[in-house]
């Protein structure tokens, strides 16, 4: 069965600096996709970024970017530059190789103090 | 391009009354899955539709069911309720399902947070 863990539910950074969100997976399978979603107050889950399984490089998508370490199954989050629009919730997700369902952690909620 | 709509954003409904959700997919979109969250148990696959079918159903008793029409809007319906079926009902839709790991296509609504009294 497919598992994240989070094991940071609450973090805060200072205002531009750099924060790196912990996500550790489990899984038997050898394809499968890891994602990365905000979701403010508001509710709607944001897509923030993605790592395929079998890609060699870590995926980096502005200020964001995905340290993947395969071996040890962890994605990790790393978003630099913080901003106060930072602050919300964020859910490590992975998607299995059918691709049917995403499985979501228990999220990590970030505060981002002036 | 218009998102993922659902409808309503907030609804308070009674023990034991039934609950109809609808979720309009972003266009193009013929696949739709449902997730709920709550605080307790985190966010859990429902089902997921695709053309008129259903494919995929989570862990969830027989309370809980969906449909999708042709036009791919899709509802979800909650008969009985509980108050443990207080939760945000996120839906979302993608392209193509069974793609696999390298489909991220996916993109979600902003809910229907339920409240059950």
């Known amino acids: 069965a497919q598992k994240i863990t989070q094991t940071q539910p609450g973090m805060f950074v200072q205002e531009k600096e750099a924060v790196t969100l912990d996500c550790t997976y489990d899984?038997?399978?050898?394809?499968?996709?890891l994602f990365w979603y905000k979701q403010p107050s508001s509710g709607e889950m944001i897509f923030l970024i993605y790592?395929?399984?079998?890609?060699?490089q870590n995926a980096t998508e502005g200020r964001y970017s995905l340290n993947f370490q395969k071996a040890r199954k962890s994605a990790n989050l790393v978003i630099s530059a913080s901003q106060l629009g930072d602050s919300a919730m964020y859910f490590c997700?992975?998607?299995?190789?059918?691709?049917?369902?995403?499985?979501f952690g228990t999220g990590t909620s970030l505060t981002v103090i002036p | 391009k218009a998102g993922v709509t659902q409808t309503p954003r907030y609804l308070i409904k009674t023990r034991g009354q039934q609950v109809t959700l609808s979720c309009s997919p972003i266009?193009?979109?013929?696949?739709v899955s449902w997730y709920q969250q709550t605080p307790g148990q985190g966010l859990q696959f429902l089902f997921e539709?695709?053309?008129?079918?259903?494919?995929n159903k989570g862990n969830f008793p027989g309370r809980f069911s969906g449909r999708q029409f042709s036009n791919s809007r899709s509802e979800m319906n909650v008969s009985t309720l509980e108050l443990g079926d207080s939760a945000l009902y996120l839906c979302?839709?993608?392209?193509?399902?069974?793609?696999?790991?390298?489909?991220?296509?996916?993109?979600f609504g902003s809910g229907t947070r339920l409240t059950v009294v």
């Open positions: 979302a839709s993608s392209s193509i399902p069974g793609q696999g790991a390298l489909d991220y296509g996916y993109t």
């Open positions: 899984t038997s399978d050898q394809s499968y996709g």
């Open positions: 790592q395929g399984s079998y890609d060699e």
């Open positions: 997700a992975m998607r299995d190789y059918t691709g049917n369902q995403f499985y």
């Open positions: 266009s193009g979109h013929r696949s």
């Open positions: 539709y695709f053309s008129e079918t259903q494919r």
